[in-house]
């Protein structure tokens, strides 16, 4: 399964505000994931789909709240 998450939504807005807060560079995350940098801004950007793998890793490694992903879901 694969989760879009569109670059001008609320959802990516909090993903990319939380890693900004949390001074977690893109890069880091990007070689965690073991992707390109450019990859992860694609999916970021909305650009490109996430893995629900990819997410619950950027989860339990950055502590990134599952919620920051989802929370345009009802």
Known sequence: ??????????TSREVLG???????KQEDVANFLGIGRTTLN???NGASEFKI????QI???????????FKDIN
């Open 18 to 24: 939380y890693l900004k807060t949390k001074q977690i």
């Open 42 to 44: 694609r999916k970021l």
């Open 1 to 10: 399964m694969v989760i879009f998450v569109n670059y001008d939504s609320p």
């Open 59 to 69: 989860h339990d490694q950055f502590n990134v709240p599952f919620e920051k992903f």
């Open 53 to 56: 793998s990819e997410i619950k």
